[in-house]
């Protein structure tokens, strides 16, 4: 017999008389004459009730095993359920056991922390919190390339080793080989690398975009969606060393129609992710952060506010508040600031435009003020920045004056400069960060919580 998926059994129409449903128990509780198990198979939040009355062969046995967190195969039959929590019941005829729970499984009913949870990375897929997580993170993946694809954008595969730093923020994670001519561990412990594989030493990569920007110069609108790295120490809530990165890239788009597609982008997600995890999202609401799903609301009913990075560092002198890092035009926005700019000025996503020139990366492209570049981030409550992109800039002397700027060597970017020699045209991209997008729709709030096996500095166990 054919196994159904406990979602498909919650969603029937009408009663079944025989049906196969396999996954693990979450509770059990002992009654005179039957028990309740509630069977999990991660397939939606809510298990199914199932009911094993003693007179089932081996009763006590079975039920002593049927412990939390053991696997089980239950055949019987879907039948209304005369309690109050749910449509559906399974009156079991066959119970059994495939694999035993040892008493020391970690995940029994009572609420864990957060940072324990962090330690059983292996385990905590099967919490109802974490479940909820990675099936949001699931659809969210499905819904981006849904919305570049009705867009006609083509999803493009760009490099994870590279020899160029995207960002030029000095970030990157150095790829070389081992020592194939020593043992690969000395006695005192320490590892010897050759030298590099590839010619030049090469990187992990930070961004898709340049690689991306060459696939725009051909087929108009692409978009890149793959792991991305960060040599950044940086021990917050929303930085991780391994996290995931959307980029699309458009030619003949400017900053505008850039900024355009990032709000239509974020709205698509919110709004297809309340369809789609609709009760996922409801648990978030209740547990996690109360004011989710008014917030996601807003976020769909109301248009972002726009706001240059001029006008953002004014609103930020002008609000008398006492900065941990104050603030002046020329300087870097700290999230104490973005999130005042979203949360207490805006009170809604705000995408921020027009940045000093000195303080992003070398492929944006120059105002006529020759202060600033045609960059945008788009920061929304809760979080901050979720988003960073630009008009790139497309006239070959310019560039060429930023790369010296830069420090950048020509040599090292000459394919890069060939797109502006052989019919260049205007063209846009940003960057999403995957992460931060679950964090904005599920209220988690901290990125290590919606990362399967989460690389922050000092924490790789798996
Ligand atoms: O603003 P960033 O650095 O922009 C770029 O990398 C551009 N090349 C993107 C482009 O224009 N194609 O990064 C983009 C986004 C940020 O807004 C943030 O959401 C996320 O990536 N991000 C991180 N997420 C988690 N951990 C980190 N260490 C992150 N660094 C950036
Ligand atoms: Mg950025």
Not at 215 to 233: I, K, M
Not at 422 to 429: A, D, I, K, Q, R
């Amino acid at each position: 017999m054919q196994r159904t998926l406990v979602k498909d059994a919650h969603n029937s129409t009408e009663p079944r008389d025989s049906i196969l449903l396999q996954g693990w128990v979450r509770t059990r509780r002992d009654s005179k004459t039957f028990s309740f198990v509630e069977l999990n198979d991660g397939s939606c939040l809510k298990g199914m009730q199932i009911i094993v009355q003693n007179t089932l062969p081996d009763y006590e046995a079975l039920m002593h095993k049927a412990g939390t967190g053991a696997s089980i195969s239950v055949g019987g039959k879907l039948v209304a359920s005369q309690g109050a929590g749910q449509k559906w019941e399974v009156q079991a005829d066959t119970f059994e056991i495939i694999g035993e729970a040892d008493a020391s499984y970690p995940l029994q009913k009572k609420g864990h922390t957060l940072e324990f949870l962090r330690e059983i990375a292996h385990l905590r897929p099967r919490s109802n919190l974490f479940g909820a997580v990675f099936r949001v993170r699931s659809r969210l993946a499905y819904a981006i390339h849904q919305f570049f694809q009705e867009r006609g954008y083509f999803y493009v595969h760009t490099p994870i080793i590279t020899a160029s730093d995207c960002e030029g923020a000095g970030e990157m994670f150095r790829v070389s080989t081992l020592d194939t001519d020593k043992p690969p561990r000395a006695e005192d412990g320490s590892v010897d690398f050759a030298s590099d594989f590839f010619a030049r030493q090469s990187f992990l990569t930070v961004s898709g975009q340049l690689e991306a920007e060459t696939f725009a110069c051909a087929l108009s609108n692409v978009y890149t969606f793959g792991p991305t790295f960060r040599a950044e120490n940086s021990n917050t809530s929303r930085h991780a060393a391994e996290f995931w990165m959307i980029e699309p890239e458009s030619a003949f788009l400017d900053l505008f129609g850039n900024m355009d597609l990032a709000e239509s982008f974020v709205k698509y997600l919110v709004a297809d992710v309340r369809e789609h995890c609709a009760a996922d999202l409801e648990f978030f609401g209740k547990f996690v952060d109360k004011e989710l799903n008014a917030r996601l609301d807003f976020v769909l009913q109301r248009p972002f506010q726009r706001c240059s990075y001029t006008e953002a560092i004014e609103i930020l002198e002008k609000s008398g508040r006492k900065w941990e890092h104050p603030v002046k035009w020329g300087d870097n926005m700290q999230s104490e600031h973005e999130r005042f700019l979203a949360e207490e000025h805006f009170k809604c996503p705000v995408t921020v435009y027009d940045y000093p020139k000195t303080l992003k990366p070398f492929y944006m492209r120059v105002n006529d003020d020759g202060k600033t570049v045609r960059a945008m981030d788009v920061l929304v409550p809760g979080i901050g920045e979720i988003i960073g992109g630009s008009q790139r800039e497309e006239r070959l002397d310019v560039l060429r004056e930023n790369m010296a700027a830069h420090g950048l060597a020509e040599k090292d970017y000459w394919w890069y400069l060939d797109l502006r020699k052989y019919g260049t045209v205007p063209h846009s991209g940003f960057g999403m960060g995957f992460e931060r997008m679950l964090m904005f729709v599920t209220g988690v709030a901290n990125i290590r919580d919606v990362i399967p096996f989460a690389r922050t500095p000092g924490s790789a166990d798996f």
